[in-house]
C-alpha cells in the first residue's frame, strides 16, 4: 500500500494515467487522471482514475474529434477515443 505523500497526492506527479484530446476546435488539451478519492487518501487505484477519464470523455460528446489515454509509467496507449466513441484497440508496436 503506497502512503499519501506530505501535503497530500499532487495531479501532474502521482497519476497513473493522462488524456490527451484533440478538439474540433482545434484546441488540445491535457488531462491527468485523479486516481484517489480525496487528497489526503491513503491509497491510490488506477481504475478510479480511469473511470474519470472516460467519463471526461463520453460528457464531451462529438466536441472531441480524437482521444487516447496513456499510461504515464510506460508511455503505452490504454484507450483510443474518436468522437466519443472507444475504438477497438489496435496494436501500437510500429508507431
Not at 56 to 74: H, P, Q, V
Amino acid at each position: 500500500m503506497q502512503q499519501t505523500p506530505k501535503g497530500g497526492w499532487k495531479l501532474i506527479r502521482d497519476s497513473f494515467s493522462k488524456l490527451i484530446v484533440w478538439f474540433k476546435d482545434g484546441n488540445i488539451r491535457t488531462f491527468y487522471s485523479i486516481d484517489w478519492k480525496h487528497r489526503y487518501s491513503r491509497q491510490r487505484d488506477k481504475n478510479i482514475g480511469l473511470y474519470r477519464l472516460r467519463k471526461l470523455i463520453t460528457g464531451w460528446g462529438n466536441k472531441a474529434e480524437g482521444a487516447e489515454i496513456y499510461d504515464k509509467a510506460s508511455g503505452k496507449r490504454v484507450a483510443r477515443f474518436y468522437e466519443g466513441a472507444e475504438m477497438d484497440p489496435v496494436d501500437d508496436e510500429d508507431d
